[in-house]
């Protein structure tokens, strides 16, 4: 497991203080970006809960936040990547419906999804030779 996975389960596991999804993907690759801790949660502070009105995932977000971070300004792999995964869905609300239609609980939804979007950030930070 790579250390950015590491951290992202260590942060999700924390109840308080509450690290939303795109807190949780940006944080573990905040400081290689150059970014404190304090200004990451900040940049990061309205991304839960699809942005706080079930729009686009926060997760998803983060992760865009991280690529842009290393310079990756086209991120057309990343979305490629995750539509396929998720039946074209980008959306909190698509997607937690979706899940629920699945009988899936809320937290293990969007732990997955913020584990899923760092390891997709992590190789293609590392295909770009953006991280070792």
């Given at each position: ?6 951290r992202a389960k260590q942060l ?90 699945l009988g899936g609980e809320k937290k293990p939804h ?23």
């Open positions: 497991m790579s250390k950015y996975l590491d999700r596991a924390i109840a308080v203080p509450h690290y939303n999804c795109g807190q949780s993907v940006v944080l573990p690759f905040a400081e290689e970006a150059g970014l404190t801790e304090a200004q990451a949660m900040g940049i990061c502070a309205n991304f839960g809960g699809g942005l706080k009105r079930a729009a686009a995932c926060g997760a998803i977000t983060g992760g865009l936040v991280v690529l842009g971070l290393f310079g990756i300004d086209d991120p057309g792999a990343y979305y490629r990547a995750l539509r396929e995964k998720h039946d074209g869905l980008l959306d909190c609300a698509d997607l937690l419906r979706r899940n629920k239609e969007c732990d997955a999804l913020v584990y899923e979007c760092v390891e997709l950030v992590e190789r293609l930070l590392r295909e770009q030779g953006k991280i070792a």
